[in-house]
């Protein structure tokens, strides 16, 4: 199974302010994923992180505000920009296995904006 | 209505009770997942399921394509099994998207 390591694991931030969250694999996979979880929700996919090519968004989530990094098969950043408090959530990065489609998930960033 | 309904949406039990949680959709799946998530916000992946029953340790998941149900099971419930469990399930048509239940959350009392 993959292993995945998230930074920060949790921030607190002022409003205005960008924060850009890491994801880590310890195998190359080809499917990565970002998540937002915001509180007492489920988990809403805010995109897919494609290596080499621009992410594909979910619809209510644009680049602008969520730029997404992949410059290779074991790594991606989210970037929340310009936040409020209704960006207060948990995210996760979450990768999916090729031979067997398991998906995997990171231990999330706990994000509040205040 | 959500294509993926769990029950109940909370659970407290006494230790060494035996735990079901249940999955319903409204979809076809090609797969079907458990997830158990902590109080601190991590993920973690229980079991992966297309067809029938896969047992880990003391948990045994199950599942019924043709009535679109699944069900997790914790025998010997422990304090430590206090957490959410949240099912998602993987359309049939394409996409490569997880569609995720609400959750339970469960807490097992010593």
């Known amino acids: 199974s993959a292993v995945i390591s998230q930074k920060p694991s949790r921030d607190i931030c002022q409003r205005g302010t960008s924060l850009t969250i890491q994801c880590q694999v310890d195998s190359q996979v080809t499917m990565m994923f970002w998540y937002r979880q915001q509180p007492g929700q489920s988990l809403t996919l805010i995109a897919t992180a494609n290596q080499g090519s621009e992410a594909t968004y979910e619809s209510g989530f644009v680049i602008d505000k969520f730029p997404i990094s992949r410059p290779n098969l074991t790594f991606s950043t989210l970037t929340v920009s310009n936040m409020s408090p209704e960006d207060s959530s948990i995210y996760l990065c979450?990768?999916?296995?090729?031979?067997?489609?398991?998906?995997?998930f990171g231990p999330g960033t706990r994000l509040t904006v205040l | 209505k959500n294509e993926v309904e769990q029950s109940p949406q909370n659970l407290t039990a006494q230790e060494g009770e035996f735990i079901t949680i249940n999955c319903s959709y409204s979809?076809?799946?090609?797969?079907l997942h458990w997830l158990q998530q902590h109080p601190g916000g991590g993920i973690v992946s229980l079991f992966m399921l297309s067809s029938g029953k896969k047992k880990h340790g003391r948990l045994i998941a199950t599942i019924n394509i043709q009535e679109k149900h699944s069900s997790l099971h914790i025998t010997a419930s422990h304090p430590r099994d206090s957490a959410v469990y949240i099912c998602?399930?993987?359309?049939?048509?394409?996409?490569?998207?997880?569609?995720f239940g609400t959750g339970t959350r469960l807490t097992i009392i010593p």
């Open positions: 979450s990768v999916e296995d090729s031979p067997n489609n398991e998906q995997f």
């Open positions: 979809v076809g799946i090609s797969a």
């Open positions: 998602a399930v993987k359309s049939n048509f394409g996409n490569e998207k997880l569609t």
